[in-house]
């Protein structure tokens, strides 16, 4: 497992003060509601009356660990709280096996010859379903190794570019053609790409390519050149390693489930508003990249989601050569189920970290 937990802090609590803040905790990610002094009283292994139980709980409030919402008698976990309950308390333990075999019956090896988008929309509906939250997936799209491109115009200023890999997986691009471009162009530059394809990468093609600018412009009427370059560049798509993100959240729906107050709503919407934004991609891979395992951001601590209040549990995945290809990860409400989304999160990736490393 690689969450690691800072368990030391805890030391700086007495056993009552221990006792009573795990309460609030657990009782507040149960339930999402405050607690207070009398059915805390009930609740603790030890004998304590309820003056006693909120004399502690007005140290707890001093330390910035709980506050009272409103004006109720009953106590919740700061953010600061939750960051500490989680880093001091929380016990992840291993999956059980029916949770391991429910998770490796949506992402199996067998999987992988089925296409990327469909393995990802498997993850993250997997995901949503035993959290309770909604389940991500980042990933670079894969860069497939070609065997054959073909444009098919649509109209006189697009065309569909149509790209075989290896294994007979397809993917479609809709380009803009150049001004003036034929059809005897669009087969001319199919030619010469399929020609020049040999078993390359789109990556590597366009190096080749830069390699071949004279024989290019030798080959090519200066229109079929611009249309090999366009059509490269939009595959290629915008980052700097050539391979644009996809993101796919799945369970949005389960964000939903008892909320009534309208900040709650108003922060829900925040929070699908920062989801679609195109940097969100970049931002939860780096998010993942930042540190070994599995991460969890409470609140404020992530800034993508910083306004919305939510917690973001992220985990990185890698390809054959150690490098970060995507990441899987839950978010929701603050009141996740820490514990028992860790694991799953960590296992999940370990099972999509092998199906990015076996050949597709």
């Known amino acids: 497992m690689g969450f690691m937990a800072r368990r030391e802090n805890g030391m700086s609590l007495d056993d009552r003060s221990r006792e009573i803040f795990r309460r609030i905790v657990e009782s507040y990610l149960e339930t999402g509601e405050p607690v207070g002094s009398r059915n805390l009283s009930r609740l603790l292994p030890m004998s304590l009356s309820p003056a006693s139980v909120r004399n502690v709980m007005s140290d707890l409030e001093e330390l910035g660990l709980i506050y009272a919402p409103h004006v109720s008698a009953g106590r919740l976990p700061t953010q600061s709280g939750l960051r500490f309950f989680v880093d001091a308390f929380m016990?992840?333990?291993?999956?059980s096996e029916d949770e391991r075999t429910s998770i490796e019956r949506q992402i199996r090896p067998e999987d992988r010859d089925r296409p990327l988008e469909t393995l990802m929309n498997d993850a993250s509906r997997m995901l949503s379903g035993v959290s309770r939250g909604a389940g991500i997936v980042v990933t670079t799209k894969s860069d497939p190794v070609l065997k054959h491109v073909e444009f098919i115009r649509l109209e006189p200023t697009k065309a569909l570019a149509v790209l075989v890999g290896e294994h007979n997986q397809v993917e479609n691009r809709?380009?803009?053609?150049?001004?003036?471009?034929?059809?005897?162009?669009?087969?001319?530059?199919?030619?010469?790409?399929?020609?020049?394809?040999?078993?390359?990468?789109?990556?590597?093609?366009r190096a080749e390519l830069e390699k071949l600018k004279t024989q290019v412009q030798s080959e090519l009427t200066a229109l079929s050149q611009d249309l090999v370059e366009r059509g490269l560049a939009v595959w290629s798509g915008t980052r700097e390693d050539g391979r644009p993100n996809q993101l796919i959240v799945r369970g949005r729906a389960n964000l939903l489930e008892g909320m009534?107050?309208?900040?709650?709503?108003?922060?829900?919407?925040?929070?699908?508003?920062?989801?679609?934004?195109?940097?969100?991609?970049?931002?939860?891979?780096?998010?993942?990249?930042?540190?070994?395992?599995?991460?969890?951001?409470?609140?404020?601590?992530?800034?993508?989601?910083?306004?919305?209040?939510?917690?973001?549990?992220?985990?990185?995945?890698?390809?054959?050569?150690?490098?970060?290809?995507?990441?899987?990860?839950?978010?929701?409400?603050?009141?996740?189920?820490?514990?028992?989304?860790?694991?799953?999160?960590?296992?999940?990736?370990?099972?999509?970290?092998?199906?990015t490393r076996q050949p597709r």
């Open 91 to 95: 016990q992840v333990g291993d999956l």
């Open 174 to 205: 809709i380009i803009d053609l150049p001004a003036g471009v034929t059809s005897s162009q669009l087969t001319e530059a199919a030619n010469f790409l399929n020609a020049h394809l040999s078993g390359q990468t789109l990556i590597e093609l």
């Open 260 to 355: 009534t107050d309208l900040d709650d709503l108003d922060r829900l919407r925040m929070l699908f508003d920062d989801l679609e934004k195109k940097d969100s991609l970049i931002e939860i891979l780096d998010l993942a990249e930042s540190g070994p395992g599995v991460r969890i951001f409470i609140g404020s601590e992530n800034k993508l989601f910083s306004l919305s209040g939510s917690s973001l549990i992220v985990a990185p995945y890698r390809d054959q050569e150690e490098r970060i290809v995507g990441a899987v990860g839950v978010i929701g409400p603050t009141r996740l189920n820490y514990s028992r989304v860790v694991p799953m999160v960590d296992y999940t990736a370990q099972l999509l970290a092998r199906l």
